[in-house]
Nanobody, 125 residues
Framework: QVQLVESGGGLVQAGDSLRLSCAAS????????MGWFRQAPGKEREIVAA????????YYTNSVKGRFTVSRDNAKTTEYLQMNSLTPEDTGVYYC??????????????????WGQGTQVTVSS
């Protein structure tokens, strides 16, 4: 089992920044590809970013490219999502996810095994 705990969400204004953290425990963190997803009210959960086990390869959905940065610190067993230039469209519950993986980043939510409880991000205009 892998336990994931997100933190760092909050209420901010458009243009502000936030950094989300996902602390993992229970298994060897470096064996797991990680991802960030979000779900806005009335919408399906969507991928925001994903990162490979080593951290060398990353993926971003188009709407966050150039504004968000996903990273990981395998020594601290933590994944991060730095979010800059936030807009109201970034509002939602943000989830981190993990999957045991020998390959690259993983984009499909159905491929992930472990999920955090989510952290709310609200961006006011």
């Amino acid at each position: 089992q892998v336990q994931l705990v997100e933190s760092g969400g909050g209420l901010v204004q458009a243009g502000d920044s936030l950094r989300l953290s996902c602390a993992a425990s229970g298994r060897t963190f470096s064996n797991y590809a990680m991802g960030w997803f979000r779900q806005a009210p009335g919408k399906e959960r969507e991928i925001v970013a994903a990162i490979s086990r080593s951290g060398h390869n990353t993926y971003y959905t188009n709407s966050v490219k150039g504004r968000f940065t996903v990273s990981r610190d395998n020594a601290k067993t933590t994944e991060y999502l730095q979010m800059n230039s936030l807009t109201p469209e970034d509002t939602g519950v943000y989830y981190c996810a993990a999957v045991y993986n020998y390959g690259d980043y993983v984009r499909r939510s159905s491929d992930y095994t472990y999920w955090g409880q989510g952290t709310q991000v609200t961006v006011s205009s």
